[in-house]
C-alpha cells in the first residue's frame, strides 16, 4: 500500500544520491538486488495501485545511468543482465540488450546473445506468446534486434509467431529509422490488414503521418475512410471527418459518411442491440444534431433499450410525449427483472418522467399502471 510504497521510495532516494556520487558497478550491484527484492514482493503485497510498477521503473532508470557512467565489465554485465530478464516478472530489465547498448558495446552484446540464444531454439512457434518463459526470451531477443539496429532481425524475430498490433508498429518504426520508408509503408498496411479496429489506432495513426511526410495527404485521408467503415460510429466519424479536413468541403464529407451508412443494408438484428446498421447511424445522426432522422431510423428498423434512451434524452424538449413512452417502457423492462437493480433503474426513469409531466393525474395514472 501506500505507506509501504513510501518506505521503498525513502530508500530509493538513498540510493539515487549514492548512484550519482558514486556511479560503479557495485552500486549498479546493488540497484539489481533492489530489484530482486521488489520482484519477490509481488507475492506479498497488493499492488492493484501500480506502486511496484513506479518502484520497478525507477530501479531500472538509475541502473541503465549508473552502468553507462560507471566501470562494470561488459562481459560480466551481459550475464547479470541476461539473469535478471528471465528471471524477474516485474518489467525493469525486459529488452535490456536495447536498454543497456550504450554499456554493454560490442563484447557484452556479443555475450548476450551467445546466452539468449539457445533459450530461444527452445521454444516452439507460435506457443502462447504470454506464458512467463515465452515472453520473456521473446522480449530479450527482441531488445537485442533492437540493439543491433537490424530492421530483418526484428522482422524475423517478431514473424516467427502471431505478430500482436504492436510489433508491426515496431517493424515499422525500425524500417524507417534504416530509411527503408517503401518497406514501412508496406508492413504497416499488412499489419492494418490483420488486426482488429481497437488494436490499429496506433498503426494507422503512425502510417498516415508517414504518408503525409512524403506528400501523399489523400492516402493518408483515405486511411480513416477505410476505418470509418470498418467501425462506423461516432468516434470514427470525427477522426474522418478532422482527417480529411482541407481536401474536401465538411458538407461533402458528412454527405459521403451518412450516405454511406444510410445505404447499408439491414443487418441480422441481434438481441441486445437490434440492427447494427440501424445502430451505428442512429449514433452518428445524434452526433451531427439530426435528432428527427435519428428517430425514424429507429422506429423503422428497431434499437436496443439503451438506444431508445439516448433518443428519448434527446427529444425531450422538442417531443416530451414521445420520451415519456419510451421511458415507461424502459421502467416497465427494470421491474420485470423483480430485483433491487432493476427497481432502481425503473425509479431513475420514473424521475424523468415526473420532471415532463409534473405529479399530475397523468403521472399518477402510469404509477398505477406500473405498479
Known amino acids: 500500500g501506500p505507506d509501504w510504497a513510501r518506505g521503498v521510495y525513502s530508500v530509493l532516494d538513498e540510493l539515487e544520491d549514492l548512484a550519482e556520487r558514486t556511479p560503479s558497478d557495485e552500486v549498479a ?6 530489484h530482486q527484492r521488489a520482484d519477490r514482493a509481488i507475492n506479498y503485497i497488493d499492488d492493484s495501485d501500480g506502486w511496484l510498477s513506479g518502484i520497478c521503473q525507477r530501479l531500472s532508470d538509475m541502473h541503465i545511468d549508473v552502468c553507462e557512467r560507471g566501470d562494470a565489465d561488459p562481459v560480466k554485465l551481459a550475464r547479470r543482465l541476461v539473469k535478471l530478464e528471465l528471471e524477474s516478472e516485474l518489467d525493469g530489465f525486459h529488452r535490456a540488450a536495447h536498454t543497456h547498448q550504450a554499456s554493454l558495446g560490442e563484447r557484452g552484446l556479443v555475450e ?13 512457434p507460435n506457443t502462447d506468446l504470454w506464458s512467463g518463459n515465452t515472453f520473456r526470451i521473446r522480449q530479450a531477443m527482441i531488445g537485442l534486434a ?30 524507417v529509422a534504416a530509411g527503408r520508408t517503401d518497406e514501412a509503408v508496406d508492413w504497416a498496411r499488412r499489419g492494418l490488414a490483420e488486426v482488429s479496429h481497437h488494436q490499429a489506432r496506433s498503426l ?8 503525409r511526410s512524403r506528400g501523399d495527404d489523400q492516402l493518408a485521408a483515405d486511411l480513416y ?6 467501425e462506423p460510429g461516432p468516434n470514427t ?36 442491440w ?16 439530426e435528432i428527427d432522422e435519428a428517430w425514424q431510423v429507429a422506429v423503422e428498423r428497431g434499437c436496443s433499450t439503451s438506444v431508445w434512451l439516448d433518443l428519448a434524452r434527446a427529444r425531450e424538449r422538442t417531443h416530451p410525449e414521445q420520451a415519456i413512452g419510451v421511458y415507461v417502457d424502459a421502467a416497465r423492462e427494470e421491474i420485470a427483472k423483480v430485483n433491487r437493480a432493476g427497481y432502481q433503474a425503473a425509479m431513475k426513469h420514473l424521475r424523468r418522467i415526473e420532471k415532463l409531466v409534473g405529479q399530475d393525474a397523468g403521472f399518477v395514472g402510469i404509477i398505477g399502471e406500473l405498479r
Request: proline content about 3%; cysteine-free.
Open 225 to 230: 475512410w477505410e476505418e470509418y467503415k470498418e
Open 29 to 34: 550491484r546493488l540497484l539489481e538486488y533492489a
Open 146 to 175: 533492437l540493439a543491433g539496429g537490424d530492421p530483418d532481425e526484428l522482422i524475423h524475430v517478431l514473424s516467427r509467431d502471431r505478430m500482436l498490433p504492436s510489433d508491426y508498429l515496431e517493424v515499422v518504426e525500425a524500417l
Open 274 to 289: 437490434g440492427d447494427r446498421h440501424a445502430v451505428r447511424l442512429i449514433a452518428v445522426l445524434l452526433y451531427e444534431g
Open 237 to 272: 466519424y470525427r477522426r474522418f471527418l478532422a482527417e480529411n479536413e482541407g481536401l474536401e468541403s465538411s458538407a461533402v464529407l458528412k454527405d459521403r459518411a451518412l450516405g454511406w451508412l444510410r445505404n447499408q443494408p439491414v443487418s441480422e438484428a441481434s438481441a441486445a
Open 204 to 211: 494507422r495513426d503512425y502510417l498516415a503521418g508517414l504518408l
Open 112 to 124: 548476450y546473445r551467445r546466452l539468449i540464444t539457445p533459450e530461444w531454439e527452445t521454444i516452439t
